[in-house]
């Protein structure tokens, strides 16, 4: 569809990441002109300069906001909650936050958003099926294998597509103000069964080794923060991974919901399907520079 261009932007915090390069195409796919807002869009937005934050929003009628990786820092509610100010008195008439689910750390950021006076709506989402061909587990699993402290915990990890196609709805279509959605695939799996299930799809040895929680931070410790995520120190890189593990290991993760089914219509898609179209495209077949 042709992009109405009378219409305000809807403005997408995070454009070029796994969910927003994803979103980006859906919304203008269904008319909805869009401005991506990030240190290398067009339109520049850093969370660590805020005199960059106006300008992205100015005149916006919706904002899709993809946080960094450490939502759960006290300077993430900061931010956020002077995002959702800023938004509100921009006139923004939706502020849709990309948070997770099972990280209770995180959940003041949400606060900082739902108190902001914007008019919001939360996406929870699981872990995304694309930590495996498109951040930081392709590594290791193309390396060969995929140590973590995660045991038997089972996650309903979730295809980034499918949250970025329930985020373009949440933001077009009325009747999601004020709704916080959590985003789970269709199965359960362990992280082990993830690492199997992408073994046989390539036909490569890849094996998944448990690791206790304290080898797992040591090795975070010793390894240092890799480069995507340097506005962390180490300490806070290695507390961050470990909660987030710590969660899937207890078992609080093993439980799916209907939400992308209730948002879009249809089931969500299933890691098998992830698993066969992207060992397709080789990614998993020579180890990334
Ligand atoms: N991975 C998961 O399984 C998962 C699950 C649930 C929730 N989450 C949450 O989702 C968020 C990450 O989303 P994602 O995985 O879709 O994104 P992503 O792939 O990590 O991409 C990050 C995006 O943020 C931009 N960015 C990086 N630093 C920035 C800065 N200082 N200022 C402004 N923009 C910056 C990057 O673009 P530039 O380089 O151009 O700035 C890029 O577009 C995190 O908050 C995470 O906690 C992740």
Redo the contacts with the bound molecule.
């Keep these: 569809m042709t992009e109405n261009l009378t219409e305000r932007p809807i403005v997408v915090?995070?454009?070029?990441?796994?969910?927003?390069r994803r979103l980006v195409p859906a919304l203008r796919d269904g008319g909805h002109p869009v401005r991506v807002a990030?240190?290398?869009?067009e339109q520049h937005?850093?969370?660590?300069d805020t005199a960059t934050w106006a300008p992205a929003l100015e005149g916006a009628r919706a904002v899709y906001v993809?946080?960094?990786?450490n939502?759960f820092s006290p300077e993430a509610a900061v931010r956020l909650r002077s995002l959702g100010e800023l938004a509100r008195s921009l006139g923004v008439e939706r502020v849709v936050l990309?948070?997770?689910?099972g990280w209770p750390e995180?959940y003041p950021a949400e606060v900082a958003v739902r108190s902001s006076g914007a008019p919001w709506t939360i996406l929870r989402?699981?872990?995304?099926f694309q930590?495996f061909s498109?951040?930081l587990l392709v590594h290791p699993l193309v390396a060969g294998e995929v140590r973590l402290p995660t045991g038997d915990g089972r996650e309903a990890f979730v295809d980034?597509q499918d949250v970025a196609e329930a985020a373009a709805r949440v933001l077009t279509e009325d009747g999601h103000t004020g709704r916080l959605y959590e985003l789970t695939g269709p199965r359960l799996l362990t992280f082990g069964d993830a690492v199997a299930e992408i073994a046989a799809g390539t036909g490569h040895d890849f094996r998944f080794t448990p690791q206790s929680a304290e080898e797992f931070a040591a090795e975070m410790r010793a390894a240092g923060v890799p480069e995507?995520y340097m506005?962390m120190d180490t300490e806070e890189f290695a507390r961050m991974e470990s909660s987030l593990f710590a969660q899937v290991h207890s078992g609080a993760n093993g439980y799916l919901t209907d939400a992308v089914e209730r948002i879009l219509g249809r089931a969500p898609r299933d890691f098998a399907a992830y698993v066969r179209e992207t060992a397709a495209t080789g990614v998993w077949d020579k180890q990334p520079s």
Excluded: I, T
């Design positions: 915090l995070g454009g070029l990441g796994k969910v927003g990030s240190r290398s869009s937005f850093d969370w660590h993809v946080y960094l990786q939502l990309q948070s997770a689910r995180a989402p699981a872990w995304f930590n498109e951040a980034a995507p506005y």
